[in-house]
T-cell receptor
Framework: EPEVTQTPSHQVTQMGQEVILRCVPISNHLYFYWYRQILGQKVEFLVSFYNNEISEKSEIFDDQFSVERPDGSNFTLKIRSTKLEDSAMYFC????????????FGNGTRLTVT | RKEVEQDPGPFNVPEGATVAFNCTYSNSASQSFFWYRQDCRKEPKLLMSVYSSGNEDGRFTAQLNRASQYISLLIRDSKLSDSATYLCVVAGSARQLTFGSGTQLTVLP
């Protein structure tokens, strides 16, 4: 079964540093997403991406965040100048074109900001 | 009112028991509904979609009541491997998923 893959599985960075989280969505999927989950809290939507542009973003997704699809397979989340409160699990997800189709999640990147 | 609200649990049940989880959602324009399960520190995994007519997948039965904005999940003959957090998930027209906080289930031997 095709999978969404994410790298790295764990990233430790110092406050103020930039990090890039990488994702390879399922190959025939067209919609891409980033979600995050702070330890002990619920999964929160960050951003959705379709046709090479952001289609929707949450209040969490402020100017320190950006997404990019640099080639035909990768989908990245960049966090500029990380803060302690950015520590969380970051999940990438993708879905196909069907309205109502579920999202398939990657195994996540645990980001620890020290 | 929270967008998606669930019984927080935890539910501790013996193997073989039947357990039911409930969920309510606030946005009447929501279009798609799902149950995901999440194991500790792992990604959410789709358990089943929820259809208006209700649907069943083996030991799992999901129901949707649009009028009451209510979703349920029933697990019959629970197994040890069913221990996880069950996430009620609702999607609007933009495909953005809104997650409930989850209900923790522990199935005891």
């Amino acid at each position: 079964e095709p999978e969404v893959t994410q790298t790295p599985s764990h990233q430790v960075t110092q406050m103020g540093q930039e990090v890039i989280l990488r994702c390879v969505p399922i190959s025939n999927h067209l919609y891409f997403y980033w979600y995050r989950q702070i330890l002990g809290q619920k999964v929160e939507f960050l951003v959705s991406f379709y046709n090479n542009e952001i289609s929707e973003k949450s209040e969490i997704f402020d100017d320190q965040f950006s997404v990019e699809r640099p080639d035909g397979s990768n989908f990245t989340l960049k966090i500029r100048s990380t803060k302690l409160e950015d520590s969380a699990m970051y999940f990438c997800a993708s879905s196909d074109r069907s309205q109502g189709s579920p999202l398939h999640f990657g195994n996540g990147t645990r980001l620890t900001v020290t | 009112r929270k967008e998606v609200e669930q019984d927080p649990g935890p539910f501790n049940v013996p193997e073989g028991a039947t357990v039911a989880f409930n969920c309510t959602y606030s946005n009447s324009a929501s279009q798609s509904f799902f149950w995901y399960r999440q194991d500790c520190r792992k990604e959410p995994k789709l358990l089943m979609s929820v259809y208006s007519s209700g649907n069943e997948d083996g030991r799992f039965t999901a129901q949707l009541n649009r009028a009451s904005q209510y979703i349920s999940l029933l697990i019959r003959d629970s197994k040890l491997s069913d221990s996880a957090t069950y996430l009620c998930v609702v999607a609007g027209s933009a495909r953005q998923l809104t997650f409930g906080s989850g209900t923790q289930l522990t199935v005891l031997p």
